[in-house]
């Protein structure tokens, strides 16, 4: 396990790799972006890959033993003791379409001693986390063990327990079966809660509900990337994140919530 002064560079280099490739999203927000791949619910940037190579440059320079795992490939040892996890856009389609609801996520997560159920793929605990919004310059954070941060001050989940007072984030994912599925599941909580939100960036969505401005988020299958980091915000605010696996290819379902609504949401789903 790292010890806190390690964490903490991990923490400074995490930050500035995002800040680095959030300024090239500020940048070309309005540009004609190229597009590398295109489906019905999902877009691929050139800008993808070149935010990702930004954010490796930085990390790789500060930690040369550790791996890459992202959205836009793979670096490094598969047996390294510690992986960056990487989504260096996330809310890609709200970006290509111009909207300014996207962010940088980057996890630090290092190999447990034996594998837990915990774990993501079985092996690794999250214990940096880093999610940035270029266009509202909010940088959250989080270091294993220790409180959540907003730009430096410590943020809380919010204490609403009753689903009707409660906002809550779905995701939709990009599969025809995955819509299908979530579909009913909006049907039942409308009536349920204060209001539905279909925000399009799960790593926001999550420190959002880590700062009390939603109260769960729920989502039937993301990529390791969307959530390794906000997860980890969450939890360090005091969240509670339940996630399992569904099949190979680092996917997960996941109910994330304030820890007074998201079993009741659960049970209901």
Not at 114 to 138: I, K, L
Not at 155 to 169: F, M, N, P, T, Y
């Amino acid at each position: 396990m790292m010890k806190n002064p390690e964490l903490k560079r991990a923490l400074a280099s995490a930050t500035k790799a995002a800040r680095t490739a959030g300024a090239l999203m500020r940048k070309n927000l309005h540009l004609v972006k190229k597009i590398n791949e295109e489906h019905q619910h999902d877009i691929k940037l050139e800008l993808d890959v070149r935010c990702q190579k930004v954010i490796e440059k930085q990390l790789l320079r500060d930690f040369p033993a550790s791996a890459i795992l992202g959205e836009e490939g793979v670096s490094g040892s598969a047996t390294a003791s510690a992986r960056w996890v990487v989504d260096p856009i996330d809310g890609t389609v709200n970006y290509a379409h111009g909207l300014p609801h996207a962010c940088v996520s980057i996890a630090l997560q290092v190999r447990a001693d034996q594998p837990a159920r915990d774990c993501f793929d079985g092996v690794f605990r999250s214990v940096v986390g880093v999610v940035y919004d270029p266009f509202t310059d909010e940088m959250f954070t989080a270091i294993a063990g220790q409180p959540a941060r907003l730009n430096g001050r410590i943020i809380k989940v919010s204490q609403r327990a009753k689903l009707e007072q409660s906002v809550v984030s779905l995701g939709f994912s990009k599969s025809k079966r995955v819509l299908e599925q979530m579909l009913p599941a909006f049907a039942r909580l409308t009536n349920r809660v204060r209001k539905i939100r279909i925000m399009g960036a799960a790593a926001l969505s999550l420190v959002y509900v880590a700062a009390g401005r939603m109260d769960a988020y729920v989502e039937s299958s993301l990529r390791l990337w969307d959530i390794a980091a906000g997860g980890l915000i969450l939890e360090c605010a005091g969240g509670e994140f339940l996630r399992e696996p569904i099949k190979a290819d680092h996917y997960y379902r996941m109910v994330a919530s304030n820890g007074l609504v998201g079993r009741k949401m659960a049970r209901l789903l």
